[in-house]
């Protein structure tokens, strides 16, 4: 079987759309990376390659992290958003740029963090992609205010136990209930997968 090289793989590039703002990625993993940080926290303010760091003193080099994420809770960071087998092949030509972000980032208040597909994919991105696109569209303040009163009113509230409360179509239902949770109406364990017996509660 024909083996395809990871860089040929992992480069997509492309923009990812986040509160009015074009934010540009170079691979899946970095779009993954963006869409997770912007479902994380709506107010952070994340730009893609920030700054160029040179480092060396014989042979001056330079490297340029991938993006810097301000937090709304006033932290900055550096990420490098990496496969972790592009990390085991190139460790050796890729640590002393990690070593100079490092030491750029304390000197400017800042950190420096490498993300892998271990940090970024699984189920709390799986819910991001479902959720993050229904915090911005319209809705119906009735129905929501529907699907708080059926919560509150179960003595332990599932997602499918809300769903089976509400009056009218199953469909209307369900996507009335995943509209709660993407607005905070109703609180979920979003790092585990979402199916009908998961709990909910209102906030």
Not at 64 to 72: E, H, M, Q, R
Not at 152 to 165: E, F, N, S
Request: aromatic share 8%; with cysteine.
């Amino acid at each position: 079987m024909r083996r395809i090289p990871l860089s040929r793989r992992s480069h997509i590039t492309g923009f990812r759309p986040i509160s009015g703002k074009a934010v540009e990625h170079e691979s899946a993993l970095e779009r993954d990376f963006v869409t997770l940080t912007s479902f994380l926290d709506a107010g952070a303010t994340i730009t893609s390659q920030p700054v160029t760091i040179w480092f060396g003193e014989h042979k001056p080099r330079r490297y340029t992290p991938d993006f810097s994420v301000a937090w709304s809770d006033g932290r900055l960071e550096l990420v490098e958003v990496k496969y972790r087998a592009d990390l085991r092949t190139n460790w050796t030509r890729l640590r002393p740029g990690f070593v100079a972000a490092r030491g750029w980032a304390r000197e400017h208040g800042a950190t420096f963090r490498i993300a892998t597909e271990r940090k970024i994919r699984g189920p709390l991105l799986d819910n991001a992609k479902r959720l993050l696109p229904l915090r911005s569209m319209p809705f119906d303040a009735a129905v929501l205010t529907k699907v708080v009163s059926a919560a509150r009113a179960l003595q332990a509230p599932t997602v499918g136990r809300i769903v089976a409360a509400l009056p009218g179509d199953r469909a209307v239902a369900i996507a009335a209930v995943w509209r709660a949770i993407a607005c905070g109406l109703l609180l979920v364990d979003l790092v585990a997968p979402v199916h009908r017996d998961t709990p909910a509660r209102v906030p």
